[in-house]
């Protein structure tokens, strides 16, 4: 091997090394106990209330208490609470991650609410949350968007879980500086626009679009051919 090659190789793998943690620390799952903990007080925080305004987005959603919801990327339980606490054992709130750990904290702290409800704690695949078909009036995803790989193909798969009247909630954060400081790199974050065209490819157009969110864009999804027939009627 030659000097001018083996120079090439060297700053081949100190760049794919300097990258492998860059893709690592943005991996919520298989956390160790301790890790679990950090996460859960950082989504937990009483502070996350000002700008999350979840009270505000449970009511923007209109939601009907004897619907179907998931809650995809649930973690915690910080927005499943909510829905439950809405459903009660009227609807049915499916809590979808891919953390065991964080769904069984979901879990207790659901049960802490004493009140009966209806839900199931999914521990779901990468690339499908593992929904049952035809069931789901309402997915909700909040600043989990940008954790999922190959994502037209993931909605692709979720609108079989989808109801006739079915819709995709997406809360993320905005790109252009309104998010201030994150826990992670903010090359991670996926811009607005990119979701609208992902979500176009995967089948979607935008029914409803909310503004309230200092940090995050709220997009409301349909799918595409559902809008067209309703605005022909």
């Known amino acids: 091997m030659t000097g001018i090659n083996r120079t090439a190789v060297f700053f081949l793998l100190l760049a794919l ?10 991996k919520e799952q298989r956390r160790g106990p301790a890790d679990l903990k950090d996460y859960i007080e950082l989504l937990e ?3 996350r209330d000002k700008d999350q305004k979840p009270d505000e987005v449970v009511k923007a959603l209109n939601l009907d208490p004897y619907m179907t919801i998931a809650d995809i990327g649930a973690g915690s339980g910080y927005f499943t609470r909510k829905f439950v606490w809405v459903l009660q054992d009227r609807g049915m709130v499916y809590a979808v991650d891919v953390e ?10 659901a049960d802490h609410l004493h009140t009966p409800y209806n839900a199931k704690f999914v521990v779901a695949k990468e690339d499908d949350p593992l929904l049952p078909p035809k069931s789901v009036d309402l997915v909700f995803l909040c600043d989990t968007y940008h954790h999922l790989e190959k994502r037209a193909d993931y909605f692709t798969r979720v609108k079989a879980s989808l109801t006739k009247n079915g ?3 997406i809360i993320d954060f905005w790109t252009d500086g309104r998010a201030g400081n994150l826990d992670f790199p903010p090359d991670h974050l996926v811009a607005r626009e990119t ?39």
Do not use: D, W
């Open 17 to 26: 090394l300097c990258a492998a943690p860059a893709v690592a620390q943005h």
């Open 167 to 169: 819709r995709v909630a």
């Open 195 to 233: 979701v609208l065209k992902e979500m176009s490819e995967a089948g979607y157009t935008l029914s409803k679009e909310h503004t309230f969110l200092p940090k995050q864009y709220f997009l409301e999804f349909v799918i595409a051919e559902k809008l067209r027939s309703g605005a022909e009627k």
């Open 45 to 47: 925080r009483p502070e």
């Open 100 to 109: 065991p750990g964080m769904l069984k904290y979901n879990e207790e702290m």
